[in-house]
């Protein structure tokens, strides 16, 4: 009788047992994951009071304390604080959420430091912090903004949101220096384009912006 044989047929399926089930437990952790990640999405889309935006983008730091080399929760956590700098009346509140929300960004980098989406971000951080009308602030920022925002465009040529930033930052700028919808339409156009052939690769993959480029576009 070859016990050897015996005994290397019975490790050999005891390697295998724990594979699977390995396998079968990161599935689950992954479609949890998944789940968690979804759902706090759609809240983060539905609501628009401050202090609910921030309590949501707190949920995804914790997630991102769970999930440690996942940069989406990051994304998300960042994104929920420039939204809510967006809708406060206060200039230093803006300031330290966005300062916030810059951090955060800078830590996603660590795990996709080629991700067209984070450069996106980031622009669009530069312009919360343009947010306060300060012509010294505009100085600083609008070259960073579109530093980044153009990196996004190399990295991802079919990202809308770079495009929808861009030809935000043209909208705004008053018509004296260059700017305004006039001469921004162009980009808002080719922006909604993408947004329409646009197709995120899972369900988790940001998809906002479209609806505030066709607000510019049919704005009087």
Do not use: H
């Amino acid at each position: 009788m070859n016990y050897s044989s015996d005994i290397y047929k019975v490790k050999n399926l005891s390697f295998y047992i724990i594979l699977f089930s390995y396998t079968l437990n990161a599935d689950a952790q992954s479609q949890e994951y998944l789940r968690v990640m979804k759902e706090n999405i759609n809240v983060l889309d539905s609501v628009s009071n401050s202090n609910s935006i921030i309590s949501i983008a707190k949920k995804f730091e914790e997630i991102s304390n769970t999930e440690v080399k996942e940069w989406l929760p990051l994304y998300y956590a960042a994104y929920g604080l420039l939204k809510a700098a967006f809708e406060v009346q206060n200039n230093d509140k803006c300031d330290e959420l966005t300062d916030r929300a810059i951090e955060i960004i800078e830590k996603a980098f660590v795990f996709a430091p080629s991700e067209s989406e984070l450069y996106a971000l980031m622009g669009f951080s530069y312009i919360s912090k343009m947010n306060t009308g300060s012509v010294f602030r505009a100085i600083t920022y609008l070259p960073k903004s579109r530093q980044v925002l153009n990196k996004a465009k190399q990295l991802n040529p079919a990202n809308p949101r770079p495009y929808y930033l861009l030809a935000s930052i043209i909208y705004y700028t008053p018509k004296i220096y260059g700017g305004g919808k006039e001469k921004a339409m162009p980009l808002l156009n080719e922006a909604l384009d993408k947004f329409n052939k646009f197709n995120p690769v899972n369900a988790i993959m940001p998809i906002w912006g479209r609806t505030e480029c066709l607000n510019l576009i049919t704005e009087k």
